[in-house]
């Protein structure tokens, strides 16, 4: 049989219910390469061998993980633990929090250029709201180059849900500039700039 014989739609429906067998594999699924995506591709490659020779391309590609739930801490005026998941919760390619960090935080207004952070105090955390003017990874590398330690993004006031955005260019390629800070997306009830705040990843 040629491969334009095979392209039936019983065989279609047969291929994709093996492939979404293959991506929930261990309770896992296949947006990410370490989560069956891999298994899936192999799948495809194996179905076409009979009939041509696959080949792959190598690329190099960031991928996130969460090794621990992060913890945020307010510190002053009175000591209070934020609720994960409820009050906040960490941010996709938000850069390593393997240290504990206690910093003043310091809000800054937009954050969308060298400017905004002209008077934005170096070993702070920055705390920038969300909008449509520029992406939160071009804020976030602005804060890092401005020397905050740490970066909390809260949402606007009708905005109810909290930020699930990633702190990552969608069209990133090897070599290009990753954020390296902690990031955290938070309420924006419990925005301050004059509280202190401790963070804690591990």
Same mark, same amino acid.
């Given at each position: 049989?040629?491969l334009?014989?095979?392209v039936?739609?019983?065989?279609?429906?047969?291929?994709?219910?093996?492939?979404e067998?293959?991506?929930?594999?261990?309770?896992?699924?296949?947006?990410?390469?370490?989560?069956?995506?891999?298994?899936?591709?192999?799948?495809?490659?194996?179905?076409?061998?009979?009939?041509?020779?696959?080949?792959?391309?190598s690329l190099?590609?960031p991928?996130h993980?969460e090794?621990?739930?992060?913890?945020?801490?307010?510190?002053?005026p009175?000591?209070?633990?934020?609720?994960?998941?409820?009050?906040?919760?960490?941010?996709?390619?938000? +850069?390593?929090?393997?240290t504990?960090?206690t910093?003043?935080?310091? =809000?800054? &207004? /937009?954050?969308?250029?060298? $400017?905004?952070? @002209?008077?934005?105090?170096? +070993?702070?955390?920055?705390?920038?709201?969300?909008?449509?003017?520029? =992406?939160? &990874? /071009?804020?976030?590398?602005? $804060?890092?180059d @401005?020397?905050?330690?740490?970066?909390?993004?809260?949402?606007?006031?009708?905005?109810?849900?909290?930020?699930?955005?990633?702190?990552?260019?969608?069209?990133?390629?090897?070599?290009d500039?990753?954020?390296?800070?902690p990031?955290?997306?938070?309420?924006?009830?419990?925005?301050?700039?004059?509280?202190?705040f401790?963070?804690?990843?591990?």
């Amino acid at each position: 049989m040629s491969l334009p014989e095979a392209v039936t739609t019983s065989n279609i429906f047969t291929h994709l219910a093996r492939l979404e067998e293959i991506s929930q594999l261990n309770g896992l699924n296949s947006r990410s390469v370490r989560n069956n995506y891999n298994q899936s591709a192999e799948y495809v490659m194996a179905q076409l061998r009979p009939y041509c020779a696959p080949y792959t391309q190598s690329l190099v590609v960031p991928v996130h993980q969460e090794l621990e739930r992060p913890q945020l801490v307010l510190e002053s005026p009175v000591a209070s633990p934020f609720q994960y998941t409820v009050d906040f919760i960490g941010m996709r390619y938000g +850069g390593s929090g393997l240290t504990n960090i206690t910093a003043r935080v310091s =809000e800054v &207004v /937009t954050g969308c250029s060298v $400017a905004d952070f @002209a008077s934005f105090p170096r +070993g702070h955390v920055a705390l920038i709201m969300e909008d449509a003017k520029c =992406e939160l &990874v /071009t804020r976030a590398m602005l $804060a890092e180059d @401005a020397g905050a330690v740490a970066i909390l993004f809260y949402n606007q006031p009708a905005r109810t849900a909290l930020l699930t955005t990633r702190v990552r260019f969608v069209e990133w390629k090897e070599g290009d500039r990753l954020v390296q800070k902690p990031c955290l997306s938070i309420r924006s009830t419990f925005c301050s700039s004059s509280l202190l705040f401790i963070f804690s990843f591990s």
